[in-house]
């Protein structure tokens, strides 16, 4: 007698596991940002990145490297202190794969001074495509490129390092940094009592011959398994920068103790500490007394790399979304084809596409501010309200993403539930809102006429844009009044949009009208799917996109 068969149902109507995917080829956006911002030259390299980055082997490493998270390893075996943290290899090899394309150098050259050219939008380009596969070890390889940066301040210091962190060899042996084949810089600010209010640190730094001795405690130390740190301390002239390695200058492993790892809500693959220095090696970087001046230099491209991966974030969710709903039967046609969800997965896919063209054209800036004081002014005014502006649309948006999968969406087998609880970090990693806000005001106060021509240029490009002279004219008045710091968000968040929408009117006009009827007006829709977006403009939007695969 045959045997019944005890299974009650067959897998149909769900979508296939997504395929590999060239992430620029497929990406026509970001292609356009790319072209327009002069990094068209670099197409080839780009290329071979896109598709070596959308394999499924690479959504496999990121998939591993937060499924296993890092563990402190106080001691070793024979009870000597170490301090050292484990990672799953997936995580070294996405580091390896990370430095190999210069993520964390590319934009300086051999001395340490700006690469020039476009080597900001084609490392943002390839910045971009990583975080749509994993953004949880771009916290060091980001902190890594920005030191460069306040390292300028000590050029002695920098000569030093440059020759090792100058390499695209990831080298994660526990080691001095002067011994290694490459290296990874970190940093620590950010103590219990104070956050934002680094003015109120209270770790000490003792001159120690011509080094320091660092005592007191950091509640956020990022990437504790670099080979270095800057980390501000207090010193007789007032806050200062210092350049802490793991060893001193013996071989011996510097007084440096991770009390334990933060339980991160997302971000889970990165390693973040809570640590003691107890009479850490330190050298001085930049002028004592003026550490924060020294560090923000760091802190300005840590932010603009915070924007660019919010919205490498956004994009791998809209493909995520797009695919499946391309894939999946509803009411006898496939989800994707319903009127209600091309809506949403349209202007969806509009907040991307303004949104990469805005990074871009900010990355731009970066690269001609050398020698343009106008993309100086714009780099200063912008990058803060960027940063506020895309970090803060990341979370919503990848909601949005989760819930066109519907329950699948919501589950740890696929990659949004990932993306959902790393979307909020970016916005609140060096500088919340708020702070971002404060940041606008003050660079408008402090360079009022740079500032005030920064804003006319974008008047200039949006005049002919609906609602762009009403948006430019609520900036205005929002930052010139008496307490701008009441309504500091709204006009940020205009600021931020009208760039975007001068940006996309760069690169694609039509869409810029469509960004700005649905973004600029007096009162905009606030949901995906609300905007009255026509159908054929709709399905022109989401092939550029995705092709049908």
Known sequence: MTQPSFATHEVFNQSPPLPDIDLLGADRPLLEAITFNQGANAHVELEAFGKAWGTTEMAERGRLANEYTPKLKTF???????DQVEFHPSYHELMAESFKAGLHNSTWDAHGKPAGNASEVVRAAKFYMAAQVETGHLCPVTMTRASVAALGSQPDLLAQVMPVLGTRQYDPSFAPWSAKRGMSI?????????????????????????????????????????????????????????FMPRFQPDGSVNEIRFQRLKDKLGNRSNASSEVEFTGAYALPVGELGRGIRTIIQMVQLTRQDCAIASA?????????????????????????????????????????????????????????????????????L?????????????????????????????????????????????????????????????????????????LQALIQDTSALTGGPAAAGLIARALLQVDNERTARLAVEMLAKLAAAAALNEIHPPHAELFARTRLVPEPATLYGASDIPTEIAKGLLGRVLPEM
């Open 76 to 82: 070793d075996a024979k009870g000597m202190r170490r």
């Open 186 to 242: 970190g940093m620590g600010m950010t103590e219990k009592q104070g956050g934002t209010d680094v003015r109120t640190n209270a770790t000490r730094a003792f001159r120690d011959g011509d080094a320091y001795r660092i005592v007191g405690h950091k509640w956020f130390m990022s990437a504790p398994m670099c080979d270095a740190f800057l980390v501000l301390a207090q010193t007789d002239e007032g806050l200062s920068c210092f």
């Open 312 to 380: 490498g974030l956004m994009r791998s969710s809209l493909v995520h979304a797009l695919y499946h709903t391309r894939h999946r039967t509803v009411f006898q046609k496939r989800l994707a084809d319903h009127s209600l969800m091309v809506s949403v997965l349209a202007d969806m896919a509009l907040q991307v596409e303004a949104s990469v063209a805005l990074v871009m054209r900010l990355c731009r800036a970066f690269d001609e501010a050398p020698n343009d004081p106008l993309e100086a002014a714009y780099m200063r």
């Open 382 to 454: 912008l990058t803060p309200a960027v940063k506020y502006w895309i970090c803060k649309s990341a979370p919503p948006f990848v909601y949005e993403a989760m819930e066109c999968l519907g329950g699948n969406g919501y589950v740890e087998d696929g990659i949004l539930a990932r993306h959902y609880r790393e979307a909020p970090v970016n916005a609140i990693w060096e500088g919340s809102g708020n702070v971002m806000c404060l940041d606008v005001l003050r660079a408008m106060s402090r360079e009022s006429d740079a500032g005030t021509e920064v």
